[in-house]
């Protein structure tokens, strides 16, 4: 059922067994699993169906630190949340990602990987992607035809598989609005987790909506799954007035902050023009329709160090992923191309570019006959995800500024470190290394070899995590094992909040596979 | 007269021509390296000694002597012990740079 949060009347109390807090992917993919479980669900979104302007003004805020110009655009408020606008790519975390790692501190999860295994291979279902399956021979790439280096053992092929991408409103919306255990309250802003006197229980929820209406949810477990920022914000604002917060008796709560790198960062001459790079999908060739789909579904392959490599240079997780730049014979080959397929809109120009590359061209055809490499390729432009590593001081913080429904608005203080930066040159100097070694060309490294400067291009991408960090130890970490917030019988979180590494995985399926084992962990314990 | 399909045709000028494929290289290192461009080798080598003024190349460098393929299994293994260096942000092997060094030298 939907119910418009603005038509609640002043002051009325919800009483509720499940209250989740976010309709994302996390949100939504945990509501789903109570649909016959037997408990009334409460599920809080800010925003509607559709976007709205002044609910998205809701998540401005101010950027102190290196600068964070992402918070109205890189989230969506509205029912669905960032699956909205999500680009779909999804992998899981790596064995190693969650593993403790000599010389790389604030490392280790709680959990391991096998630990998330079962759950991986539900929300694949969820984001409707194909089997539980990552080695890119299954998926059809032929190993012994990947050019050297990439073919191990330092560096190797990996994979992504790509979502449709599922946007779950409109994938799952239906359901839950037919679904009688779960209420979906629209337009309804979470303003203050409020809990018990002993703190040890979240009692209630305070909610607003921009239509000036108040009113409560009371709930025996609760649920945080706002995301990375807002998840942390809320905690902040909640608790005893003018305590530290919920969850932040330690003042661990928003520290941490991460983001995956995003960066150009070399150039490799290719010494071949027709080294075999048809292994690596990337975006260029998927947007000429050349996927590799065995199981008729889209993947995308990458290179990335391997596990062994990364220990011994203790390296964070990164994805390398290049774009090309051809030899200019390439113009000649577009025409002949555009020739053949009957696509050309000046021929006369094109059978000129032919003859200007008349090489290039035939080569082209031969090649075509023969079936191997197609396009001369001069350079690939080198473009890193890189893992960020955790820094306590990189921060989400509650400002004096407040927004609309008188909430305090986040300040983000997102730091990088050295240790970032020479991370991200090692990277460089395993790939340059690498590629000479074997012979397929020689990198130019396309930053300075500095601590602190990075490149121009450098952002942070829309991957929030680390800000209610999960740890064993509660002088460490915000939640334990079960996404359950230290000291608190009754809150838990289902967002990228709780990673304490990043690793270089899109975040989505994670979240995901999460909030179905917290789904389970919830149930089994109201049983 | 018989009529060559358009793309048969396409494919016999490529086998035609495809023995005169020009050098791959493109740009000042990979010239360089090649050996293809003496000028591209001598920027290199220059721009090397400025980078490491203090490697003293003491007259030929021993790798000038070698066959090609020998100075190739240098360079793997340079790369592969990390002798490298870092040259207008290329980053060669400590052989291939000495040798473009030595290019330099000799004008």
């Not at chain 1, 959990?111 to 059809?140: C, F, M, N, S």
């Not at chain 1, 260029?284 to 329709?289: A, E, F, P």
């Not at chain 1, 997780?317 to 290049?322: A, E, G, M």
């Not at chain 1, 012979?439 to 500095?450: V, Y």
Request: hydrophobic content about 40%; overall charge neutral.
């Amino acid at each position: 059922m939907f119910v418009d949060a603005r038509s609640i009347p002043e002051g009325t109390v919800i009483e509720s067994d499940l209250c989740i807090i976010g309709a994302g992917a996390a949100g939504i993919a945990l509501a789903r699993e109570f649909f016959s479980a037997g408990l009334r669900v409460s599920l809080l979104e800010s925003g509607g169906l559709e976007f709205e302007e002044d609910t998205q003004e809701l998540y401005d805020g101010k950027s102190i630190g290196r600068p964070f110009t992402t918070l109205t655009t890189s989230r969506a408020r509205e029912f669905g949340g960032t699956t909205n606008f999500w680009g779909g790519w999804s992998l899981p975390l790596d064995p190693i990602d969650f593993e403790p790692r000599e010389g790389l501190p604030y490392r280790g999860w709680p959990i391991r990987r096998t630990d998330l295994d079962p759950w991986y291979a539900q929300a694949h279902e969820v984001v409707q992607i194909g089997p539980y399956e990552y080695r890119p021979e299954k998926w059809g790439i032929r190993l012994d035809e990947i050019p050297a280096p990439f073919n191990g053992p330092n560096l190797v092929c990996r994979m992504l598989q790509c979502s449709p991408p599922t946007r779950f409103a409109a994938v799952y919306g239906s359901a839950l609005k037919q679904a009688s255990a779960v209420t979906v309250f629209l337009h309804a802003n979470a303003l203050r987790l409020i809990d018990d006197e002993a703190g040890r229980t979240v009692s209630e929820l305070a909610v607003a909506t921009l239509g000036g209406n108040r009113f409560s949810i009371r709930s025996k477990v609760f649920v945080l799954a706002a995301g990375g920022i807002e998840t942390a914000r809320l905690l902040l604002a909640s608790g005893k007035p003018e305590g530290p917060g919920l969850g932040n008796g330690n003042g661990l709560v928003g520290r941490f902050f991460m983001v995956h790198l995003e960066y150009g960062a070399s150039t490799v001459a290719v010494a071949d023009p027709y080294t075999d790079f048809r292994f690596c999908t990337n975006e260029l060739l998927n947007s000429s329709g050349l996927y590799y789909a065995p199981f008729g579904l889209k993947f995308v392959t990458f290179v990335a160090v391997a596990e062994d490599r990364m220990r011994a240079l203790k390296l964070p997780n990164c994805k390398y992923r290049w774009t090309y730049t051809y030899e200019p014979e390439m113009s000649g080959i577009n025409a002949l191309r555009r020739l053949l397929s009957r696509s050309s809109n000046d021929m006369t120009d094109d059978v000129l570019e032919v003859a200007r590359h008349i090489g290039g061209a035939g080569e082209f055809a031969f090649r075509k006959a023969m079936g191997w490499p197609l396009f001369p390729v001069r350079a690939i432009n080198v473009h890193m995800t890189s893992e960020p590593l955790p820094n306590q001081e990189s921060r989400i913080m509650l400002g004096d500024d407040r927004d609309a429904l008188g909430m305090r608005r986040v300040v983000v203080d997102w730091r990088l470190t050295a240790e970032d930066k020479r991370a991200a040159l090692a990277m460089q100097r395993l790939l340059g290394t690498e590629v000479g070694r074997t012979g397929l060309g020689r990198l130019r490294l396309e930053m300075t070899e500095d601590d602190t400067t990075w490149p121009d291009d450098l952002f942070g991408d829309q991957h929030h995590m680390g800000t209610t960090r999960m740890d064993a130890d509660p002088g460490k970490g915000v939640v334990n094992a079960d996404c359950r917030v230290h000291g608190l019988s009754n809150l838990y979180v289902a967002s990228s909040s709780v990673y304490p590494t990043a690793g270089a995985a899109n975040p989505t399926l994670t979240i995901v596979a999460l909030a179905l084992r917290l789904a389970d962990h919830i149930k089994k314990k109201q049983a | 007269m018989m009529r060559i399909p358009r793309r048969s045709g396409l494919c016999g000028a490529a086998l035609l021509l495809f023995a005169r494929r020009r050098p791959a290289a493109a740009d000042d290192v990979k010239s360089a390296l090649l050996f293809a461009d003496p000028a591209a080798a001598r920027a290199i080598g220059a721009a090397y000694l400025r980078a490491y003024p203090n490697d003293a190349l003491r007259g030929v460098h021993p790798a000038a002597r070698l066959p090609r393929a020998e100075i190739a299994t240098r360079v793997c293994d340079d790369f592969a012990a990390g002798r490298v260096a870092m040259v207008n942000g290329w980053m060669l092997s400590q052989t291939e740079a000495r040798l473009c060094a030595m290019v330099y030298l000799a004008g």
